[in-house]
């Protein structure tokens, strides 16, 4: 009966912030401070973002390695706002947080080789708590080679949350795990389990999952088989199994990363935005389905439909939903209290 009346109190608001809810905000980072940054929409294509575009979280003051990447951000049922992020700055050395270019040999553990995700916590999206999750404490998983691109969604089933992540073991080939958190949202509930294999255990990475308009979970992940790309792949679970599918859904001639996927208000119809790492300068990228099989390409920001009024070269982003009202509070909130501590260094200036 407890499970019964818990699951009905979800659902209940889940409704009623859907009701509510008629405005967006995306998060992101930039490679120059390594922070978490804001942005604010009333209509779903044009993006303004708060504090002016200076960091409104300092990764120095939340990760142990003094920077942060690949924020994402989800509303549980009982309101709270979830950040997940990557404990990481790939330009520590050249900031001066440490001697070495890694935090272990590259050698062994291979590229960026971090070993911590970031979670924050906030009822306003103002305030905020954080903690860490020490992947690498977990029995088993001490020579995990990274922990990336966190992403998390609410498991109606198991009436949890469900983060899932990249990792790699050693310099083993990139794969996505799944695991489920405690009720404080602050330390694992559950050991990670791999959640999908890519054919020929090939590398894939930064996954989204979207419960899309037929019931099933869809996962856009980045496949490499012809360079960096978007592919997708379905389940009946969020936590899967899934079913592979060969073909390519971004429209990018060069190589894309990080999709998140989201649903315009009132529409049957997901947005699929993705990092456009490969151009230069970067950009985001987005396109539109109703079925997660055709997808209508809407190009690049300020480059079509959407739209950055006060920002460029954003990274790694996800999109949430707020109300209009809560949109503009925080507009307001920044203007009257602007922070623009986030430091970057010549060196970081110069790339």
């Known amino acids: 009966m407890k ?6 109190a979800c659902l209940w608001a889940t409704f009623s912030v859907a009701a509510k809810n008629n405005a967006y905000l995306m998060v992101y980072f930039t490679d120059e401070d390594h922070s ?3 942005a604010v929409s009333l209509d779903g294509y044009s993006f303004t973002a708060l504090n ?27 309101g709270t706002y979830l950040i997940a992020l990557t404990d990481l700055h790939v330009f520590a050395r050249e900031a001066g947080v440490r001697k070495e270019e890694w935090e272990r040999p590259g050698d062994k553990y291979g590229w960026g080789n971090n070993k911590n995700l970031v979670i924050l916590q906030s009822k306003d999206l103002i305030h905020w708590s954080h903690s860490l ?11 995990i080679g990274c922990a990336w691109a966190p992403e998390m969604i609410w498991d109606e089933e198991r009436q949890a949350v469900m983060i899932y992540f990249t990792m790699r ?9 799944y695991a489920y958190l405690t009720d404080d949202c602050k330390g694992f509930a559950s050991e990670p389990k791999l959640i999908f294999e890519y054919p020929g255990g ?7 999952i979207t419960k899309g308009n037929d019931g099933r979970y869809y996962m856009a992940y980045v496949a490499y088989s012809q360079g960096a790309g978007i592919k997708i792949a379905e389940a009946d679970s969020p936590k899967g199994p899934y ?18 996927v989201w649903r315009r208000y009132g529409t049957d119809t997901f947005v699929l935005m993705y990092d456009c790492y490969g151009i230069v300068p970067p950009n985001f990228g987005f396109c539109e389905t109703e079925d997660f099989k055709t997808f209508r390409n809407l190009g690049h920001f300020n480059e079509g439909v959407m739209k950055s009024t006060n920002f460029d070269k954003p990274k790694h982003g996800a999109v949430t939903y707020i109300t209009k009202k809560k949109a503009k509070q925080l507009l307001k909130y920044w203007q009257k209290h602007p922070d623009h501590s986030a430091k970057i260094t010549e060196v970081l200036k110069k790339k």
């Open 133 to 143: 999750l020490r992947v690498n404490e977990l029995k088993g998983y001490e020579n």
């Open 52 to 78: 002016d575009n200076y960091a409104v979280i300092c990764g120095d003051s939340i990760a142990e390695q003094r920077g942060i990447r690949d924020p994402y951000i989800m509303r549980k049922p009982d």
């Open 243 to 260: 079913t592979y599918r060969d073909e390519y859904v971004d429209f990018e001639k060069r190589a894309c990363e990080a999709p998140n």
């Open 202 to 208: 090939k590398s894939y990475i930064d996954s989204d």
């Open 169 to 177: 073991f050693g310099n083993e080939a990139n794969k996505v795990y």
């Open 3 to 8: 499970r019964i009346l818990l699951a009905v």
């Open 36 to 38: 978490l940054h804001m």
